[in-house]
């Protein structure tokens, strides 16, 4: 007689109903990050906790494109990047010491966001930073943190310093390198993304001819944005998210599955 084959569990069977729904919001992340082509082959990384389990994050499987990642293939690690539940996929867990480093540090960080656009890097070298030149970059006034390169590899040390010099700011500059954003949601963190990108790409753009004649507003122009904006970032993520689902879900909800 044959023996029953058993059906292997999905990992949707696996999780609890609010870990799936981080993994949907993620996987919908780097889709997102794709499309808006913000993505660097299969390298830099999108975190999220895991609800409910101290110390497990969900994290994108090493060698798969960010369009290409669905809610099911996210693989669960722990601080150390390693596996702890079953997945085909690798992961590569020196992608995962920035990300680790600000969870560590925030215990508000849900999910965090480290991108290498050519507009980010290009604000990440120069040595004024995010000028207060634009509506966009007046959003993160005296709002956003830097922290010096150090090199490919976290050396020792670097977790600590690179979660002090975020302290309870919403974004990072990390010179050199790129840009990071934190958010007590994905959809939070995608929001913080999008405008802190677009504040680099305008500040790019404003100094192709040089800096002469750009225009800075007045010292309390930018503090009176910077006092507006502060709602406004309490809310990111909450309106525009459904938006981005529903165009998702028009042109390929395959990363639901």
């Not at 044959?2 to 999905?10: N, Y």
């Amino acid at each position: 007689m044959h023996s029953e084959l058993k059906a292997v569990p999905s990992v949707r069977d696996q999780v609890s109903e609010a870990e799936w729904q981080v993994r949907v919001d993620l996987a919908a992340c780097y889709r997102l990050v794709a499309r808006h082509g913000w993505d660097d082959l299969i390298y830099t990384h999108i975190s999220a906790r895991v609800p409910g389990e101290e110390g497990h994050f969900l994290i994108n499987p090493f060698g798969l494109h960010f369009w290409e990642i669905t809610a099911s293939s996210l693989v669960k690690i722990d601080h150390a990047g390693n596996k702890v539940m079953d997945s085909p996929h690798p992961v590569n867990p020196a992608g995962f010491v920035v990300h680790f480093a600000v969870h560590k540090a925030r215990a508000d960080a849900a999910c965090v966001m480290h991108l290498h656009t050519p507009a980010g890097v290009g604000v990440a070298t120069q040595k004024h930073g995010l000028l207060p030149i634009t509506q966009n970059a007046l959003l993160f006034h005296e709002n956003i943190a830097y922290h010096d390169y150090e090199g490919l590899a976290v050396a020792e040390g670097e977790i600590d310093r690179l979660g002090a010099d975020l302290g309870d700011k919403p974004a990072m500059i990390l010179r050199n390198h790129g840009t990071l954003t934190v958010g007590r949601t994905v959809s939070q963190a995608f929001v913080l993304a999008f405008f802190l990108e677009r504040a680099c790409q305008m500040q790019v753009a404003a100094l192709s001819a040089g800096k002469d004649g750009i225009v800075v507003p007045p010292p309390e122009i930018q503090a009176a944005v910077r006092q507006q904006a502060a709602m406004a970032f309490k809310a990111a993520g909450t309106m525009e998210w459904a938006g981005l689902i529903r165009r998702l879900d028009r042109e390929d909800p395959t990363y639901k599955q």
